[in-house]
């Protein structure tokens, strides 16, 4: 199953990987360390990141998460509607 987690585009997530066999990180295009067990990234859009651990048989242990950027929006409250009830104070 693929984890997921998301950001606001221009932020950074940290991921980390528990595992005593050495790592792989990928796509390395937006990872400064891609052996590392914790890595800071900063994807410019959405990114799956994959990590593979090969044990000292050649085993693989894979696993994924999923990086989803969001662009950032403004709010606008709507306009005030001043109005009062009978037997009311406008505060």
């Known amino acids: 199953i693929t984890n997921v987690d998301q950001i606001c585009a221009g932020q950074s997530a940290t991921l980390t990987a528990f595992h005593n066999d050495p790592i792989i990180w990928t796509p390395g295009s937006t990872i400064l360390c891609n052996t590392c067990d914790t890595i800071i990234v900063k994807p410019p859009q959405t990114t799956t990141y994959h990590v593979i651990a090969t044990g000292r048989f050649n085993c693989n242990t894979k696993d994924s998460i999923v990086i989803f950027v969001r662009e950032p929006f403004n709010a606008e409250s709507a306009k005030n509607q001043n ?7 406008l505060i």
Do not use: G, L, P, S
């Open 83 to 89: 109005y009062i009830c009978k037997n009311e104070i």
